[in-house]
């Protein structure tokens, strides 16, 4: 039985090894704990963020332990950067086996502040930037008759909340995107997975410009977060399936996280 066992995580490894996966976001947070973890397990990764230096760090980082990294400037709301990143990924590596649309902001504020440029950035950034990515990677993947796209949605997205109600909207909308594009995608062998984390520990709350919400958000971050690699498991996970098994959703949360 433990034979079996073990033979059953070596085939689910070996899923996920020379796999060639297209990251946003990259930079920090989920997409950085995303690579680190994907790169171990033998994945090839193309990482696109805004600060390039620090994608550049990472991408050598993980070039000197012996892994496979490039890292491109890519701005999600840009379409043109996304497509740049996706065939950088293509011209370098040959193919593209996974997106993972994961760039996001999270810049809570109650509705009757106003804070209609940041309600813009979230739109352009959590719900076009995702399309783009969609855009960008879904030519590849219908010619290849494979492929693997997962988008990152948020508790928030099965959740409203006071005071995050634009960020709950851009999130429920990607995993509304996220179902339209697995029952699209079945000619063409394609899977989908959508991600829902909780409270992880990241940047994100950085983005909160209000200073009331920012101190309740960090003091509940402070209490309940976890690891960023918690969402590199679940990356993990959903990929290392057999290419029979489409895992659609993973919604997780710290243990101690009520919301």
């Avoid at 990924?89 to 502040?113: Q, T």
């Avoid at 005071?163 to 851009?170: D, I, K, L, R, S």
Wanted: charged fraction near 25%.
């Amino acid at each position: 039985m433990g034979g079996l066992w073990q033979q059953g995580l070596k085939i689910m490894s070996n899923n996920v090894k020379g796999k060639v996966v297209v990251i946003t976001g990259a930079s920090s947070g989920l997409g950085e704990a995303a690579a680190r973890l994907l790169s171990v397990e033998g994945a090839i990764v193309v990482l696109g963020a805004r600060r390039i230096e620090r994608l550049k760090s990472l991408a050598d980082e993980l070039n000197a332990k012996g892994g496979r990294a490039l890292a491109v400037a890519t701005d999600v709301t840009k379409r043109e950067d996304v497509k740049k990143l996706l065939d950088a990924a293509a011209r370098n590596f040959g193919r593209i086996d996974v997106m993972i649309n994961n760039a996001g902001l999270m810049p809570h504020s109650p509705l009757e502040r106003l804070k209609v440029d940041e309600w813009d950035r979230m739109i352009d950034v959590n719900i076009k930037g995702v399309l783009y990515g969609i855009a960008a990677a879904l030519p590849y993947m219908k010619r290849q008759k494979s492929g693997h796209i997962i988008n990152v949605s948020s508790v928030a997205g099965h959740k409203v909340t006071p005071q995050g109600v634009v960020y709950c909207a851009t999130k429920h909308a990607v995993r509304v995107i996220s179902e339209g594009l697995r029952t699209e995608v079945k000619p063409y062998n394609l899977r989908t997975t959508i991600i829902s984390p909780g409270a992880v520990a990241t940047e994100l709350p950085n983005s909160i410009s209000e200073p009331d919400v920012a101190e309740r958000i960090n003091r509940f971050y402070k209490d309940v977060a976890i690891p960023a690699d918690s969402f590199a498991r679940a990356v993990v996970f959903a990929m290392s399936q057999p290419e029979d098994v489409d895992v659609n959703e993973i919604l997780f949360r710290p243990t101690r996280q009520e919301l």
